[in-house]
């Protein structure tokens, strides 16, 4: 029998039947376009949503933590500073000077303001010393509390939050002057610290402002009692001494 000839496909037929075959199978330019336009949004939507889930959740806790630590600084600070200054003071005991008269009445009172500006002055010293020694605090965040709630809290993981504080203080004084009864008064002397701390942390700075008042010195002033007073307000009643027998 004659043989037949039957010729062979070449590779490189194939190859080119392949590249034929693969080229069909990729997505053609508006469906390429259409596939990165709904990759880019849901990125774009990933990232949304952390945005607003830091800023709803993680600020307000990190806000309330800066909050905390800086009242709490500026509290210590201030208390530290008087109790420091008053003792040690020498001039304590010559705020206040009486007069009396032969009788032993107390006829008049001055303050030494000069042994009082001392005193102030080392107040707001020790006050600026301790608040520029304020550094920074760590405190613990927990993750699962903040975003999801208490049950999760004791599964989470903590996110250290790195609090900067800086502070300063002032401080100035203040007579306050009180009727407790008939020509009766109290005549007291105060000093007023302010402290401003300003804690940065991640996404918030918070500015905290703590004031305290301390009575540096008082007196009590108690006048002669009249024989008539008529008190003020409604209802009021004169008080007369008794009427003298014949």
Known sequence: MPQTFRPRRSRGSR???????????????????????????GIFAVVLLLVILIDT?????????????????????????????????????????????REGNVRMTSFDFHAVSIL??????????????????????????????????????????RIHLVGSAHSSIHMEVKSIGINQSVHALYLNVDAEVQAVAPLVTKPVEVQTSVPLAYVVLNGEIPSTYVAKGDGALPVLPPAKSP
Do not use: C
């Open 120 to 161: 102030q002055a080392e107040v707001t010293k020790e006050s600026e010393e301790t608040l520029g020694a304020l550094s920074r605090e760590t405190f613990p965040l927990p993750i699962g509390q903040t975003l999801g709630g208490a049950l999760l809290s004791p599964f989470s993981p903590e996110l250290p939050v």
């Open 57 to 101: 959740r993680v600020r307000p806790s990190i806000a309330a933590i800066a909050d905390t630590v800086a009242r709490r600084a500026a509290t210590e600070a201030m208390n530290d500073a008087l109790q420091s200054a008053i003792s040690h003071s020498p001039d304590t005991g010559k705020m206040l000077h009486v007069a009396t008269d």
């Open 15 to 41: 190859s080119s039947g392949a590249s034929i075959e693969w080229e069909s199978q990729t997505p053609s330019g508006p469906r390429r376009r259409y596939l990165g336009i709904k990759i880019s949004g």
